[in-house]
């Protein structure tokens, strides 16, 4: 059962343009949430976060909105560059007992073309 | 900045071989994890540590075992290699705010 979900495989935008990567989840426990970002041969590095308690969460080009209520949650690139290709993953903890073990989504291919 | 060290990038082995994979991390984090990624399937939890000499399964154990002797070192063991563990395995560390990842081991089994 998957408890993370990124319906998406691929995505492909131009440069310049925004990039909207989705995520749902189905565990209510879920109370924390992120983004992780991963190149070929590297491991995944940390992108941005939210916790249940906001609906924003912006840096930079990077901005992740929560919706709790639909348990989903997006990554907004803009402006998108050719760098931002990559696959990115979403990921979610249940901040009580957990140890702090994510979840992961199966992640998204983000293309950026010049 | 948390240095988390996987001691090979790429390793090619047997089919019926003992593989370790070695993990070793800078910033006396309790909790160390084991991931392997597989295209179209992500990264799936093989086991975790939690302390020295505290290990749980994670969703995927099987022909996995761990062992964690010192709080920095987190090792990954394939009893005996099969060709459907070629994967991409990565190791991470976890402070408050999520995972810091290790370059992963890219483990091919002939």
């Known amino acids: 059962d998957q408890q993370v979900k990124q319906n998406s495989p691929s995505l492909s935008v131009q440069e310049g343009r925004i990039s909207i990567l989705n995520c749902d989840y189905t565990n209510s426990m879920f109370d924390y949430f992120l983004w992780y970002k991963k190149y070929p041969a590297e491991g995944p590095t940390f992108l941005i976060s939210i916790s249940s308690i906001k609906d924003k969460n912006e840096d930079g080009r990077f901005t992740v909105f929560l919706n709790k209520s639909a348990k989903h949650l997006s990554l907004h690139i803009v402006p998108s560059q050719p760098g931002d290709s990559a696959v990115y993953f979403c990921a979610a903890r249940a901040d009580s007992g957990s140890n702090y073990k994510l979840t992961f989504g199966k992640g998204t291919l983000l293309t950026v073309n010049p | 900045d948390v240095k988390v060290t996987q001691s090979s990038r790429y390793l090619v082995k047997r089919t019926g071989e003992k593989v370790f994979l070695e993990c070793v991390q800078d910033m006396d984090h309790e909790n160390m994890f084991w991931y392997r990624q597989d295209p179209g399937l992500g990264l799936r939890l093989i086991y975790f540590?939690?302390?020295?000499?505290?290990?749980e399964k994670g969703d995927i154990p099987e022909g996995y075992s761990v062992s964690r002797e010192k709080k920095e070192r987190f090792s990954l063991i394939l009893e005996s290699a099969s060709t459907n563990q070629t994967s991409m395995y990565l190791c991470?560390?976890?402070?408050?705010?999520?995972?810091?990842f290790g370059s992963g081991t890219r483990l091919t089994v002939v």
């Open positions: 540590s939690y302390d020295v000499k505290m290990k």
């Open positions: 991470a560390t976890s402070p408050r705010d999520g995972y810091t």
